[in-house]
């Protein structure tokens, strides 16, 4: 049974999509759901650390509660714009978002 996936096409390329993954796992609702934490949740770590060579915030986050348990890592430069996140699902890493531009909406 194949109902628990899905595969997204679009010319050559593909994305699969397991649908059984929480909400914000996946690649479809990854970048959302980074925001929604950036603005409502408090890290569990945080530190500095060097990110394609430059200065940045890296910061920690744990839903340890859910199941599976999932975990954010995210570097934000030094105006606070994020650079890059990495999402894991149960330790392992499941998508890298890499930021190239971000505005801020008012």
């Known amino acids: 049974d194949r109902s628990d996936e899905m595969t997204l096409r ?3 390329t593909e994305l699969f999509l397991a649908l059984e993954d929480p909400s914000g796992t996946r690649p ?3 970048a959302s759901a980074l ?4 603005r409502t949740a408090e890290p569990d770590v945080i ?13 920690t986050y744990r839903e340890p509660d859910s199941d599976p348990a ?8 030094a105006q606070g714009s994020p650079l ?3 999402i894991f699902l149960d ?9 190239t531009d971000f505005t801020a909406a008012p």
Request: hydrophobic residues 45%; aromatic residues 12%.
């Open 10 to 12: 679009y010319g050559d």
């Open 35 to 38: 925001m929604q934490t950036l």
């Open 70 to 77: 999932v975990s954010r890592e995210v570097w934000l430069d």
């Open 91 to 99: 330790g392992e890493k499941r998508v890298t978002l890499f930021f």
């Open 84 to 86: 890059c996140a990495e």
């Open 28 to 30: 479809a609702d990854a």
């Open 47 to 59: 530190g500095e650390d060097l990110f394609d060579g430059i200065e940045a915030l890296h910061l």
